[in-house]
Nanobody
Framework: QVQLVESGGGLVQAGGSLRLSCVAS????????MGWFRQAPGKEREFVAA????????FYADSVKGRFTVSRDNAKSAAYLEMNSLKPEDTAVYYC????????????????WGQGTQVTVSS
C-alpha cells in the first residue's frame, strides 16, 4: 500500500520560513519524480514545485521561484519543500505527489498523493 505523509506545516508570520517533509512508503521512491502542490480555500489545486527522480532537475511555479526550494533524499524516501519569505498568499494546504516527470505541472499526471499539511501565513 502506497502512502505519502506530509508534515511540517503550521502558522507563520509573513517573511518567515517553513520546511515541509513528505515521507513515502510502499513504492520504489527513486522511480518517481516528486511534486508539491497547494490548494487554497475556494481555489483549484495548483503546482508549486517538482524534482526529478535523481538529484539535479527542479521546476518551480513562477509565484514561488527564488523563495522555495525542493529537494529529496532517496535513501530516506523523502522529499522536502523549503519555503522562505512566506507571504499571506502562500496560505494553503500543501500536498506532495508522485509524478512521471519533474516538468509536469498537471495535477492529473500525478499518481499518488499525500493527505496534505496546512500552511497559514499571517500578515
Amino acid at each position: 500500500q502506497v502512502q505519502l505523509v506530509e508534515s511540517g506545516g503550521g502558522l507563520v508570520q509573513a517573511g518567515g520560513s517553513l520546511r515541509l517533509s513528505c515521507v513515502a512508503s510502499g513504492l520504489t521512491f527513486s522511480n518517481y519524480a516528486m511534486g508539491w502542490f497547494r490548494q487554497a480555500p475556494g481555489k483549484e489545486r495548483e503546482f508549486v514545485a517538482a524534482i526529478s527522480r535523481t538529484i539535479g532537475g527542479t521546476f518551480y511555479a513562477d509565484s514561488v521561484k527564488g523563495r522555495f526550494t525542493v529537494s529529496r533524499d532517496n535513501a530516506k524516501s523523502a522529499a522536502y519543500l523549503e519555503m522562505n519569505s512566506l507571504k499571506p498568499e502562500d496560505t494553503a494546504v500543501y500536498y506532495c505527489a508522485t509524478g512521471p516527470t519533474y516538468t509536469s505541472r498537471a495535477v492529473g499526471s500525478y499518481k499518488y498523493w499525500g493527505q496534505g499539511t496546512q500552511v497559514t501565513v499571517s500578515s
